[in-house]
């Protein structure tokens, strides 16, 4: 690109090629980095204006989907950059992909939807695929992307590998600096705002996760309380030290790595905010998880920003089996031994906690579709779907206790299905994660 727009010709004996002035490790940090190009207009150009090229770094590389995600993160916060070290509007989107790409994996998809989310619908017209390898036939990747309703205006294919091919890149190139002239500009400054709600908004998302799986582990708790109630009666009636075992999720505290900065509610004992960038407790009134009033937006008790500190630790949970008196648990659900009162309480409680769970749940669906309102492939979620979603995070995540809160979030939904949809669905898959 740098060779067509500085006027280079076929039968030129010259090429021009970006060479980095750095050691080893300032090139392996600028290859982890966006790179700012700034190709500034001078005599013999082809293009009669300044341009800027933000190129970010290679995607689905060897590092894994975190590093991928921290690219995501660059470009938003990059995005978000006031001033002179910032953009105020972008001309065009470019993915740059191999055009003999036959399909897309699991990766490329959770890359192109993280990217796309950065943009709302009106840059739908301003993207645009640039194919490199192209061999002259129709590229695959192209239909790779239509497998996956991704949104663009227009593709272009490259290949320098001989002279004709490069004769074919040259026209592709013109056709590409054309259309561009013609493109209406999108604004970054209600980007960055919007950006800024929606980092909330996922950090809402990713926080309500975690508490609602306490509470399933809760609800998983209270069914086996109630299946002893209900099924033990005869053996309390000749063993009135009767004792029952019960599976119960505990939570633990996990030591992070040096320089990783985590934000804990000390009075909830509540994980907050991973990877927080204040690490003085005196600014948590500045950390993402806290709201405009000042109060957390994460933890169970929606505690002041003062009561949460930078913390060496955060809160894991797993499955420990423990022996409790049958005594012990009618009296917890006020009852005598032989009183038929306890189980009633039980399923009363059962029920309480069950109705603010899907609270929480309506909550996160609440969130996850008001993000899904201005995206390029918006997927709203009803409550059934929703449900679907968090089956399938659930299973995904493989911690301690998943097959029971599957087991009580098919019971949710059975349920909801049971009183009949207001509302149509179509579940295609879950878009949360």
Same mark, same amino acid.
């Given at each position: 690109?740098?060779? #067509? +727009?500085?006027?280079?010709?076929?039968?030129?004996?010259?090429?021009?090629?970006?060479?980095?002035?750095?050691?080893?490790?300032?090139?392996?940090?600028?290859?982890?980095?966006?790179?700012? !190009?700034?190709?500034?207009?001078?005599?013999?150009?082809?293009? &009669?204006?300044?341009?800027?090229?933000?190129?970010?770094?290679?995607?689905?590389?060897?590092?894994?989907?975190?590093?991928?995600?921290?690219?995501?993160?660059?470009?938003?916060?990059?995005?978000?950059?006031?001033?002179?070290? =910032?953009?105020?509007?972008?001309?065009?989107?470019?993915?740059?992909?191999?055009?003999?790409?036959?399909?897309?994996?699991?990766?490329?998809? !959770? +890359?192109?939807?993280?990217?796309?989310?950065?943009?709302?619908?009106?840059?739908?017209?301003?993207?645009?695929?640039?194919?490199?390898?192209?061999? =002259?036939?129709?590229?695959?990747?192209?239909?790779?992307?239509?497998?996956?309703?991704?949104?663009?205006?227009?593709?272009?294919?490259?290949?320098?590998?001989?002279?004709?091919?490069?004769?074919?890149?040259?026209?592709?190139?013109?056709?590409?600096?054309?259309?561009?002239?013609?493109?209406?500009?999108?604004?970054?400054?209600?980007?960055?705002?919007?950006?800024?709600?929606?980092?909330? +908004?996922?950090?809402?998302?990713?926080?309500?996760?975690?508490?609602?799986?306490?509470?399933?582990?809760?609800?998983?708790?209270? &069914?086996?309380?109630?299946?002893?109630?209900?099924?033990?009666?005869?053996?309390?009636?000749?063993?009135?030290?009767?004792?029952?075992?019960?599976?119960?999720?505990?939570?633990?505290?996990?030591?992070?790595?040096?320089?990783?900065?985590?934000?804990?509610?000390?009075?909830?004992?509540?994980?907050?905010?991973?990877?927080?960038?204040?690490?003085?407790?005196?600014?948590?009134?500045?950390?993402?998880?806290?709201?405009?009033?000042? !109060?957390?937006?994460?933890?169970?008790?929606?505690?002041?920003?003062?009561?949460?500190?930078?913390?060496?630790?955060?809160?894991?949970?797993?499955?420990?089996?423990?022996?409790?008196?049958?005594?012990?648990?009618?009296?917890?659900?006020?009852?005598?031994?032989?009183?038929?009162?306890?189980?009633?309480?039980?399923?009363?409680? !059962?029920?309480?906690?069950?109705?603010?769970?899907?609270?929480?749940?309506?909550?996160?669906?609440?969130?996850?579709?008001?993000?899904?309102?201005?995206?390029?492939?918006?997927? +709203?979620?009803?409550?059934?779907?929703?449900?679907?979603?968090?089956?399938?995070?659930?299973?995904?995540? =493989?911690?301690?206790?998943?097959?029971?809160?599957?087991?009580?979030?098919?019971?949710?939904?059975?349920?909801?299905?049971?009183?009949?949809?207001?509302?149509?669905?179509? #579940?295609?898959?879950?878009?949360?994660?």
């Amino acid at each position: 690109m740098l060779n #067509y +727009i500085l006027g280079v010709d076929l039968d030129d004996s010259w090429r021009f090629t970006i060479q980095h002035l750095m050691d080893k490790d300032q090139a392996n940090q600028r290859t982890n980095c966006i790179t700012w !190009y700034e190709v500034n207009y001078q005599h013999g150009n082809r293009l &009669k204006y300044n341009l800027n090229i933000i190129d970010t770094p290679e995607f689905c590389d060897t590092r894994g989907i975190d590093e991928d995600k921290k690219i995501v993160d660059q470009i938003r916060a990059f995005f978000m950059t006031p001033g002179d070290q =910032g953009i105020d509007n972008i001309d065009a989107v470019c993915f740059v992909t191999k055009a003999a790409l036959a399909s897309l994996t699991n990766t490329h998809q !959770y +890359i192109l939807d993280s990217i796309l989310s950065l943009f709302g619908r009106d840059a739908k017209d301003n993207i645009f695929v640039l194919m490199t390898f192209a061999d =002259g036939n129709e590229p695959l990747v192209l239909e790779a992307l239509k497998t996956t309703n991704f949104i663009f205006k227009q593709s272009f294919s490259f290949n320098c590998s001989g002279l004709p091919d490069c004769a074919y890149s040259l026209e592709q190139f013109e056709n590409f600096f054309e259309e561009l002239n013609h493109m209406q500009q999108t604004s970054l400054q209600q980007t960055a705002e919007v950006l800024a709600l929606k980092k909330q +908004i996922e950090n809402t998302i990713d926080c309500l996760l975690p508490q609602i799986c306490d509470g399933l582990n809760q609800l998983n708790t209270i &069914k086996q309380e109630i299946n002893v109630l209900k099924n033990h009666k005869k053996d309390v009636y000749w063993d009135r030290d009767f004792s029952y075992s019960l599976k119960e999720i505990q939570q633990r505290k996990v030591d992070t790595k040096p320089g990783r900065c985590v934000t804990n509610c000390f009075v909830c004992s509540f994980t907050c905010h991973l990877d927080c960038k204040y690490t003085d407790d005196k600014d948590k009134k500045e950390c993402s998880a806290m709201g405009p009033d000042g !109060y957390c937006t994460k933890c169970t008790g929606k505690c002041h920003w003062t009561k949460h500190k930078n913390r060496s630790f955060y809160y894991e949970t797993n499955v420990q089996e423990r022996v409790e008196k049958y005594e012990k648990l009618k009296a917890k659900y006020g009852g005598g031994l032989f009183n038929s009162s306890s189980e009633a309480n039980a399923k009363s409680h !059962y029920k309480s906690v069950r109705q603010n769970v899907m609270g929480m749940m309506k909550t996160a669906r609440e969130a996850t579709n008001k993000l899904e309102q201005g995206s390029l492939k918006p997927n +709203i979620l009803n409550e059934e779907s929703y449900v679907n979603c968090l089956i399938e995070i659930v299973k995904r995540g =493989g911690t301690a206790g998943w097959e029971d809160q599957v087991a009580i979030l098919e019971e949710i939904k059975s349920g909801r299905e049971s009183q009949g949809r207001d509302e149509d669905s179509k #579940y295609t898959g879950c878009q949360l994660c």
